[in-house]
Structure formats: C-alpha cells, structure tokens
C-alpha cells in the first residue's frame, strides 16, 4: 500500500467547497456554487475577450504588448514572469513584436547586460486598438439586454470590482 499524505489546508478547503456545490438539479445559491459559476462565466468571457484580437497577432502576443505597456519599459524576465512564460519563449516572442515594429529591445541605461523592451508608437496603437475592439464586443453583448438587465448587471460589475480589490 501507498502511503498518503494528508490533504494541504487549501486542498481541504477546496473539498469543503465542492461537497458543498449541490448536485445537478438542486436549488442553486451556496456560495460555493455561486463561486463555481463565477469562475466558469468569467473564464469563458475573458476566453472571448481574448478572441477579439488586431490583425494578425495571437492573444499571447496581445497580452504581451499589454503587459509591457502595463509594466513600462520591462526586462524580458520581467516580461516573462509577467506572462507565466519561460524566458526563451518570451525572447522569441518578442523578436516577432519587434520584427513587426510593435516593440523595441533597448540596453538598460544603467546596466548594460540587461535589456528592456518598449512599445512603439505602431505598439501602443495596436493596444488601444484591442481595447477598442473588446470592449466594442462587449456593447454589442450588452444592447442584447433589456434595461432592467443592464441596471443589475451595473450592480454586479461594482461589486465584482470589491471583489477584485486588494483586501
């Protein structure tokens, strides 16, 4: 026989909230549950999100432009980290950027073996581009509601913005 280990406290948790998500069919509104959906309603729309994309570039393309705008002018390990990527995957992708004028690779000013890259002007138009058009998608969503259904869905977007906050 295997020994096991006992569960972790986060492993244990996470059984407590699946035993108490109810079966298919039963009333709905444990927190679990809501949480459950939360998750997949959530995911599924950032999924579409990201399908709303400029031209030619992947989404992991776009949120690397968007995540060196965020971070400024980044080192790719920065880059990388950001993007939960290896850094020779995040090298290559930004020489892709950078072959189609999106991103420049700069030496660090105060430390020569460190490079930074930066969005250029074409980079920084293409990120606002795809902000444009995602959230272009979502108005489109949105008129497919009634008044009633925006009113509470302006409620719920607050109080997702709480839950988002740092604590």
Known sequence: MVPTSPPSPSTAVLEQALADVPAQGAPSGSDAEVAARLRLVVTRLARKLRQQVVGPLTPSQMAALAAVERLGKPTLGELAASEQVQPPSMTKMV?????????????????????????????????????????????????????????????VVALLERLVEEP
Do not use: F, K
Not at 106 to 121: G, I, Q
């Open 95 to 155: 020489v892709g950027l950078e072959a189609a004028g999106l991103v420049t690779r700069r030496e660090d000013d105060a430390d020569r073996r460190v490079v930074r890259v930066a969005l250029t002007s074409e980079g920084r138009r293409t990120v606002q581009r795809s902000r444009s058009l995602r959230t272009a998608y979502l108005v489109r969503q949105l008129r497919r509601l009634s008044d009633d259904e925006r009113a509470s869905l302006h409620r």
